[in-house]
Structures are given as C-alpha cells and as structure tokens.
C-alpha cells in the first residue's frame, strides 16, 4: 500500500516561487511513476507534469515547461515540484499521484492520490 501526503501550498505574488512536496511511504517499484496534477474551480483535473520513480526522466505539460521542475529528494524520500515565474493562471489545488507502472497522463490511469494542497497566485 503506498501513501501520499503533499505539503508546500500557499499564497505567492506573481513572479514568486514555491516548492512542493510530497512524502511517499509504503510500497514502491523503479518502474513507478510519480505525477503532479492540479484542479481550479470549475474545471477538471489536470496533468502537470511527471517523474519516474528513479528519477530517471521527466514530462510536463506544456504551459508550465521552463518554469516548473519535479525532482526527487531520496535522503526525504519526496518527489518536489518546484514552481518559478508563477501566474495567477496556476491557481488550483494540487495532487500528487502514484501510477504503478509505466507513463501515463490522464487521472484513470493513476493508483493511489494524496489529498491535495492550495496554491493561490495572486496579481
């Protein structure tokens, strides 16, 4: 059983950064991919951008390509989102996700979710 739990969110200024980040326990493989999806109100939920387990390579959507980078953090056992040049436009509650093997990017496709965290950008 894996368990996710984001913590990071908060209020920014357009222009300013934040760091994300969700601690994994529980059962993984190296072949495991981990996502970042967001939600704003009244729309759907949305692919941000992923890493394979290992850290082996990455993919993002692409609005938020050269401003926004996953990594993983093994001494903490996280995978981090770090969000620069941020834009009110990325207002929304944030979801890691777990999808068991191979990439994907659409929400059916992922395993298990955490439960969120709000990042509000403000003009």
């Known amino acids: 059983q894996v368990q996710l739990g984001e913590f990071g969110g908060g209020l920014v200024q357009a222009g300013g950064s934040l760091r994300l980040s969700c601690a994994v326990s529980?059962?993984?493989?190296?072949?495991?991919?981990m996502g970042w999806f967001r939600q704003a109100p009244g729309k759907g939920r949305e692919f941000v951008g992923a890493?394979?387990?290992?850290?082996?390579?990455?993919d993002y959507t692409d609005s938020v390509k050269g401003r926004f980078t996953i990594s993983r953090d093994r001494a903490k056992n996280t995978v981090d989102l770090q969000m620069n040049s941020l834009k009110p436009e990325d207002t929304a509650v944030y979801y890691c996700?777990?999808?068991?093997?191979?990439?994907?990017?659409?929400?059916?496709?992922?395993?298990?979710w955490g439960q969120g965290t709000q990042v509000t950008v403000s003009s």
């Open positions: 996700a777990v999808r068991s093997r191979g990439w994907a990017w659409r929400v059916e496709d992922y395993d298990y």
């Open positions: 890493i394979r387990w290992d850290g082996g390579t990455t």
């Open positions: 529980g059962r993984t493989f190296s072949s495991a991919v």
